[in-house]
C-alpha cells in the first residue's frame, strides 16, 4: 500500500494494466447492447462534385440489411461548429472518402457487403488537392490553430537581414501525416426514447455530448456519452468525428443500437491529418552567431468546408533572441480532408524547421550547435515580453550533452566512417506550451473511510487514471487503496479534452481543489459522516488565470546518432536520448512511456512516415499500417529518458507541466541534423529515406 505522503511522485503501476492485459478493459465497441446492429460507411469515389444518384436495390435486397442512409433519407441535423459533422446532409462532396451513405444490417459481413453493393454516380467537377509553396489560394487567415495570430513582427527584419554578415536562407517540406491509433474511432449508440447514449473511442466525453445535443436538438441531460477505455488517439480524438454522428444517425433512423467502427481505410479521410507544410526559416546573425534577424513563414493547407491552420510557426516566438523577427501564416483551401490535431500541433513541424536552420546557422558560423542555442538564450518571451514561469533549455542541453557524450564530436561531417557505414550525430532543443482548461470534480467521502472522485477526464491511455488518483489521494493525505476515481463518461462533471498535454494539469486541478475542500470538510465535521456521505464539488474555471502573466512552457533537448548506409543510402538511429523540463513529475513510470512515446513517434515523422496525395484521384494511397510505417521495435534501438528537478509555483497546485507531446517536439530535427552530420549531405524534407538520400552520397 503506498503511504499517504509519498502517493504523488511515485512510479504508480497503473491501476487498470491488469484488465488491459487480460483483455477485461471494454473499450468501445465491445459494448453490445441487445438488439446492436452495425454499420459500414460508403466513401465518396471522387474528390469534388455532387451525389446525382444512389442505387441501393441490390444492397437492400438482403433481408439482413435494414437500411441505406443517405442524404436522401438521413435524420436532419442542427448546426455545428464544425462542418465535417454534417454529414449525409447534402448532396456536395468536399473532397474523396466523404461518407456518402451507410449501410446498417443485422451482421458486420452484411453491412459491409451492402456498402458495396450501394451504386453512386456523380457529377464530378476539377478538383485541387496540392500543395505548393506559391499556391494561388494561399491566403492570411484571421487567426491559426488555438488562436495563434498569424502574423508578428518585431522590429526591421528586412534591413537587418540584409546587413547580417551571416545568414541562413532554406525552404523545410513536410508531407501529410496521420494518426493511426490502434483502436480505430468506433461508437455504438442507441436512443430511449428522446434520450441518446453513445460508447465512443473520443478525447473527452463533456465535448462530444455537446456537439450532439446541437446536432440532435437535445438538452445535455438527454445524451450520455461514455468512454472508459480509449485505445490511442494521439490527438485524432480530440474532436468529435463522423462515426459518434453517422451512429446515432442510424440508431435512430431504425430504432435499434448500432455499432460503427470506422474501417482503417477511411481513417485519413474522416479523422484529421497533420497539414504538409513549406516552412521558410532565414536567420541572420553577426559572427559570434547571435540572431540579428529571424523570420519563419508557413505555408499550409485546409479544407474547403472548415479553416484549420497549423501553427508552426508559433516556436520561433519562443525560443531565442532576436531583435527583428516575422512569422507567419498562410494557408490555402483545397479538395482535401480538414486537417486537424496530431500530436503537439504547431510546435512539432515549426521545430523541425527552426532546429534545423539552427543546425545550419551552427555550421556556417563555425559553432557547436549547443554553443549557438546558449548564445541565443532569451531572458523574456521574445514575441510578448513576459518573463517565464521557466525555462531550462541550457540545463537541458548541458545534461544531455553529459550523458550522451557529447564532448570531443568533431563537428566536421562525413568524418565517421566504419566500413560502408557512415556515422553521425544531432541535437535540436524542444518546446511545448502549458496549456489548461477550466474543470469540475467532486469529492466524497464515505462512511467506511474511502473516496469517491468524479470527474469526466478521459484516459487514452497515458496513464491519466492513475494519475488522477495518485492526485486525490495526496490532497486527501489519504492511501491511495481508500481511493476510486470515476471518469470517461459526461454524467460525471464537466471536464475539458484529452489534448494539448493539458489533462493532468486541468483535471488534476480540480481534483485537487475538491480533495482539499474535502479534507477541510472532514476536519471541521462533527460525528459520524451522513448516509449520503460528504462531498465537495468545484469548478476551477476561476482559478486557471494563475501565472498567465508569465511565458510557461516545457523545455526539453534531444541527442540522436544515426547511421547511414552507402550502399543503399538506407538511415537508421543507433540511439536517442532526451532531457526534459517538465515541472514536478508526478509519476516516474507513466511519464518516462509518455516521453518516450513521443520520441519513437518523432521517429517516424523523421525515417519512416509519409503520406502521398494521388494527384488524379484526390486521395491518401497510404490507408492502412502496411503502408502507412510507424517505428516498430528494430527501427528504435535505444531510447533514453531523462528529466531535470524543476520548480515551477505557477502552474497549477501539483506543480506539473503537460508531457504528451513534448517528447516528440525537437526528435525529427535530432535526426536529420545527425544524418547531415553523418553524411554532409542536408536533406530539407522528411521523411529522410534511401531513395532521396542515396542520390547524394555518389
Known amino acids: 500500500m503506498t503511504s499517504p505522503s509519498t502517493a504523488l511522485g511515485t512510479p504508480v503501476a497503473r491501476l487498470e494494466a491488469v484488465e488491459k492485459v487480460t483483455g477485461t478493459a471494454r473499450y468501445a465497441t465491445d459494448h453490445t447492447p441487445e438488439g446492436a446492429v452495425h454499420a459500414w460507411p460508403v466513401p465518396a469515389d471522387v474528390a469534388r462534385g455532387r451525389v446525382t444518384g444512389l442505387d441501393t436495390e441490390t444492397a437492400l435486397a438482403d433481408p439482413d440489411v435494414l437500411a441505406v442512409l443517405s442524404h436522401e433519407n438521413a435524420p436532419r441535423l442542427g448546426e455545428a461548429d464544425d462542418a465535417t459533422l454534417q454529414v449525409l446532409q447534402s448532396p456536395e462532396v468536399a473532397h474523396r472518402g466523404q461518407v456518402v451513405a451507410l449501410a446498417v444490417a443485422r451482421t458486420l459481413e452484411a453491412a459491409r457487403a451492402a456498402a458495396l453493393a450501394v451504386r453512386v454516380t456523380y457529377a464530378p467537377e476539377p478538383h485541387d488537392v496540392v500543395l505548393t509553396p506559391d499556391h494561388g489560394k494561399l491566403y492570411v487567415p484571421e487567426a491559426a490553430n488555438g488562436g495563434a495570430p498569424a502574423v508578428r513582427e518585431h522590429g526591421d527584419f528586412d534591413t537587418a537581414y540584409a546587413a547580417a554578415p551571416v545568414t541562413v536562407d532554406a525552404l523545410y517540406t513536410l508531407t501529410p501525416l496521420h494518426n493511426h491509433p490502434m483502436e480505430p474511432h ?36 438527454q445524451v450520455r456519452v461514455v468512454a472508459t477505455h480509449v485505445g490511442g488517439g494521439f490527438g485524432s480524438k480530440g474532436t468529435p468525428r463522423p462515426q459518434v454522428v453517422l451512429a446515432a444517425m442510424a440508431a435512430r433512423h431504425t ?18 491529418h497533420r497539414a504538409p507544410t513549406f516552412q521558410r526559416v532565414r536567420l541572420g546573425a553577426d559572427r559570434d552567431g547571435r540572431i540579428q534577424a529571424l523570420a519563419h513563414e508557413v505555408a499550409t493547407q485546409t479544407s474547403t468546408i472548415k479553416e484549420f491552420t497549423e501553427q508552426a510557426a508559433a516556436p520561433s516566438r519562443v525560443m531565442y533572441a532576436s531583435p527583428h523577427s516575422r512569422t507567419t501564416h498562410r494557408v490555402a483551401r483545397l479538395d482535401v480532408p480538414t486537417p486537424s490535431w496530431m500530436r503537439a500541433p504547431g510546435e512539432c513541424p515549426g521545430m523541425y524547421a527552426l532546429e534545423s536552420a539552427m543546425d545550419e546557422l551552427a555550421c556556417a558560423c563555425g559553432l557547436d550547435p549547443i554553443e549557438l542555442r546558449v548564445r541565443n538564450e532569451p531572458d523574456t518571451e521574445p514575441d510578448t515580453g513576459k518573463p517565464f514561469s521557466s525555462r531550462q533549455v541550457v540545463r537541458c542541453l548541458r545534461e544531455g550533452a553529459r550523458r550522451f557524450g557529447w564532448e570531443g564530436r568533431d563537428p566536421t561531417p562525413g568524418r565517421d566512417r566504419r566500413g560502408r557505414l557512415l556515422i553521425g550525430t544531432g541535437v535540436a532543443a524542444a518546446t511545448y506550451p502549458v496549456l489548461v482548461a477550466p474543470s469540475q470534480a467532486e469529492a466524497r467521502a464515505t462512511g467506511d473511510g474511502r473516496f469517491l472522485v468524479r470527474v469526466a477526464a478521459t484516459d487514452i491511455g497515458t496513464g491519466a487514471r492513475t494519475v488522477l488518483t495518485q492526485i486525490a489521494a495526496d490532497a486527501l493525505r489519504a492511501p491511495m487503496d481508500r481511493v476510486r476515481l470515476e471518469l470517461g463518461d459526461s454524467l460525471l462533471p464537466d471536464a475539458p479534452v484529452a489534448g494539448g498535454s493539458s489533462g493532468t494539469s486541468s483535471w488534476g486541478w480540480a481534483v485537487h481543489k475538491a480533495c482539499v475542500q474535502l479534507r477541510e470538510a472532514l476536519r471541521d465535521h462533527q460525528g459520524p459522516l451522513p448516509d449520503e456521505g460528504l462531498s465537495a464539488a468545484v469548478d476551477t474555471a476561476g482559478d486557471i488565470g494563475l501565472g498567465q502573466d508569465h511565458a510557461r512552457h516545457a523545455f526539453g533537448a534531444h541527442f540522436a546518432e544515426v547511421q547511414v548506409d552507402t550502399a543503399s543510402g538506407e538511415p ?127
Open 255 to 272: 430504432g435499434r443500437p448500432v455499432k460503427l467502427a470506422l474501417p482503417r481505410q477511411v481513417l485519413p479521410s474522416l479523422t484529421g
Open 572 to 698: 537508421r538511429l543507433r540511439r536517442l536520448l532526451g532531457v526534459f523540463a517538465v515541472g514536478r513529475v508526478l509519476n516516474p513510470r507513466t511519464a518516462r512511456s509518455q516521453l518516450m512515446g513521443g520520441m519513437i513517434m518523432g521517429v517516424g515523422m523523421a525515417l519512416t512516415e509519409t503520406s502521398s496525395v494521388d494527384v488524379e484521384y484526390g486521395d491518401y494511397p497510404e490507408r492502412d499500417l502496411a503502408s502507412y510505417h510507424v517505428p516498430v521495435n528494430p527501427d528504435v534501438p535505444s531510447v533514453d529518458v531523462h528529466w531535470i528537478e524543476e520548480e515551477d509555483p505557477l502552474l497549477n497546485p501539483m506543480g506539473s507541466k503537460g508531457i504528451g507531446e513534448i517528447g516528440i517536439v525537437g526528435t525529427a530535427a535530432a535526426i536529420a541534423n545527425a544524418v547531415h552530420h553523418a553524411t554532409g549531405r542536408r536533406l530539407r524534407a522528411l521523411p529522410v529515406q534511401p531513395h532521396s538520400l542515396l542520390p547524394l552520397l555518389g
Open 186 to 221: 468506433a461508437c455504438v449508440a442507441w436512443w430511449e426514447e428522446d434520450r441518446l447514449t453513445v460508447y465512443d473511442s473520443n478525447q473527452g466525453a463533456t465535448t462530444v455530448r455537446n456537439t450532439l445535443t446541437a446536432l440532435f436538438g437535445l438538452r445535455p441531460e
